[in-house]
């Protein structure tokens, strides 16, 4: 039988400044870093997306969906980009290394090309391969004028029928149009966001997180499913929705990009609890305040914590605020019922999560580039130029 199209995400990482890194440094140095930086990126995109095979310099991945929340699709590039960027900061503090490569690793960066089509899966030399029109179109647009243009060489690059696909507004989210001539395809309308400046902003953001050892009072939630998929569950509306305790969840945001000033009312018949996103840290936590539909009540604020777990299981921490003195009365009052019906949305969640999600299994995936981490434990001396 001839092998069956189907509709996928394909997104291509790409590192910048490759060939000029390992031109004239020490290669058992650059070769380790090269591999640590990938293994780092391609962990981040996964899941959703699933690792097709590495080329060189740039991992190939895809995930096969008609279509994905946009918002979350652009957080797990704009996450995977910057496990990268803390990767490389905190390589550049741990190594003493003084050899050209370690010296030069501060050169390399990433850049991402994101497309949505058709694919076929092939068995080729005994592996699995993805073929099609849309998968030669993804690969043509990594050869691209963005640096040209532009001068950035960390950017994420999104075709417009991924755009399309996805249902976002791209200008309202700041994306900016750029157009490509593909020779086997004519020109190509795609939307561009530099991710330089974006690390920049979440660098510099200030974090409003309820710590453990600060909370007022904290609640464990064990649940044996990935966490970014219990992520979705808890941010996506839609999914949320399914098992939270509220009739319905309606998100309010000025472009339609999750976040931070996100506002979702949770309602309850005609009355509505008003949560504001104070911080957004996808896939590790979120916080909110939390107002309650009731005079004078104060607002509430809970971080939620998402942790990997050594059993394969993701543990959720909510971690709710000191309150005032005078609102400690209110808030014990309104915890005790939160945490009633949040135990209860919890055993909701895992009847639909436990034993039916499908795991993100790495199995039938190449396996990643070995790193020995060299250049953080064995310094070498640069050869002589």
């Known amino acids: 039988m001839l092998p069956k199209p189907e509709l996928a995400f394909f997104a291509i990482a790409d590192i910048s400044g490759y060939t000029s890194f390992l031109a004239g440094v020490e290669l058992d140095h650059a070769q380790d870093i090269i591999a640590d930086f990938m293994n780092t990126v391609v962990k981040g995109l996964r899941p959703p997306f699933r690792l097709a095979k590495f080329e060189g310099d740039a991992a190939f991945v895809y995930a096969v969906a008609e279509k994905v929340d946009g918002s979350v699709l652009q957080d797990v590039i704009e996450t995977a980009y910057f496990k990268f960027r803390r990767r490389l900061r905190d390589v550049k503090q741990a190594s003493t290394c003084e050899c050209k490569a370690c010296v030069a690793m501060s050169d390399l960066d990433f850049k991402f090309v994101v497309h949505h089509g058709q694919m076929v899966k092939q068995k080729m030399g005994g592996r699995e391969e993805l073929a099609g029109r849309d998968v030669i179109l993804v690969h043509r647009l990594l050869k691209n004028t963005v640096s040209e243009k532009v001068g950035s060489r960390a950017y994420v690059l999104y075709s417009d029928a991924c755009i399309q696909t996805m249902g976002v507004d791209p200008v309202a989210q700041g994306l900016v149009e750029h157009r490509e001539a593909i020779d086997i395809i004519g020109d190509v309308k795609l939307w561009l966001r530099d991710l330089d400046e974006v690390w920049k902003k979440e660098n510099e953001r200030t974090r409003v997180e309820v710590t453990r050892a600060d909370a007022y009072m904290t609640w464990d939630f064990d649940i044996a499913a990935s966490r970014q998929i219990l992520w979705e569950h808890f941010t996506v509306p839609g999914l949320r929705q399914k098992w939270w305790p509220a009739d319905a969840v309606i998100e309010n945001s000025s472009n339609k990009r999750r976040g931070i000033g996100t506002e979702n009312h949770c309602m309850h018949g005609k ?23 009731i005079a004078g009540a104060p607002k509430i604020t809970l971080t939620h914590v998402f942790h990997d777990r050594a059993n394969g299981e993701t543990r959720i921490e909510m971690r709710v605020a000191k309150p005032k003195p005078k609102d400690k009365a209110f808030v014990d009052q309104a915890a005790a019922k939160f945490k009633e019906n949040i135990t209860k949305g919890f055993g909701k969640l895992r009847l639909m999560l436990e034993g039916q999600e499908t795991p993100h299994s790495v199995i039938d995936e190449p396996p990643l580039i070995a790193s020995s981490e060299r250049f953080l434990t064995e310094a070498v001396k640069s050869s002589a130029s």
């Open 271 to 293: 009355d509505a609890i008003v949560e504001e996103v104070l911080d957004w840290r996808p896939s590790d936590y979120l916080t909110v305040s939390t107002l309650l539909p």
